[in-house]
């Protein structure tokens, strides 16, 4: 942990110029840091865990550099960087839901992998949305039976999150079962949850 701190500490004008979070795990996976490691973005709850340390790390650094008086690191996932030196002593002062969420390590501890699964599935039931996807009703009856709903129950979001979770949690290739049904209950779980 120490090292990484030490990585980003020595990028202060990466973080000046601008980086994106993406492009910050690339450069801290490969030399001469190497200190991600390359499977960090290929499964959903590494790069949960990944994205949580590293944002502890700069929000970390946030604090440190505005007692400093060398800028305020400004956190989004699309763009980190040092802004210059300007009442930062104020900055400290506001409230910054997203600076205490990541500054708190039972955060990361209490995040399961399903949790992070249905984060994503919500993600993209909420890109789906602004597209409209059409849905048949033959669609729509799969995804029923995916989730054990009969076609009587009326739908409703904590009725199908609790299928989903419950499902998951038995079928998930973490817990022994198949990736292919796992994936169809993500697809299950988005039909149903956009019609909600």
């Known amino acids: 942990m120490r090292a990484l701190y030490q990585a980003l500490e020595s990028l202060e004008a990466d973080f000046r110029n601008g980086i994106s979070e993406f492009t910050l795990i690339s450069r801290l996976q490969k030399p001469p840091f190497e200190l991600l490691d390359e499977q960090a973005l290929r499964d959903n709850l590494l790069l949960f865990q990944c994205h949580f340390v590293l944002f502890n790390l700069l929000y970390t650094l946030q604090v440190q550099w505005a007692k400093e008086g060398k800028g305020w690191l400004d956190i989004l996932a699309t763009n980190i960087v040092l802004l210059p030196a300007q009442d930062l002593s104020n900055r400290l002062t506001l409230p910054d839901p997203l600076r205490v969420y990541y500054l708190d390590w039972n955060n990361l501890d209490a995040t399961q992998r ?10 993209w039931v909420k890109m789906g949305r602004a597209a409209t996807p059409v849905v048949t009703s033959g669609e729509m009856a799969q995804a029923r039976a995916l989730l054990e709903i009969s076609e009587e129950t009326v739908l409703d979001r904590t009725l199908v999150k609790k299928h989903y979770r419950r499902l998951q949690h038995l079928h998930h290739p973490d817990k022994g079962g198949d990736n ?5 209950l993500v697809w299950a779980y ?3 949850i956009s019609h909600c």
């Open 114 to 123: 399903e949790d992070v699964d249905e984060l994503i599935a919500g993600f």
């Open 180 to 184: 292919t049904h796992s994936r169809q």
């Open 190 to 192: 988005e039909v149903l």
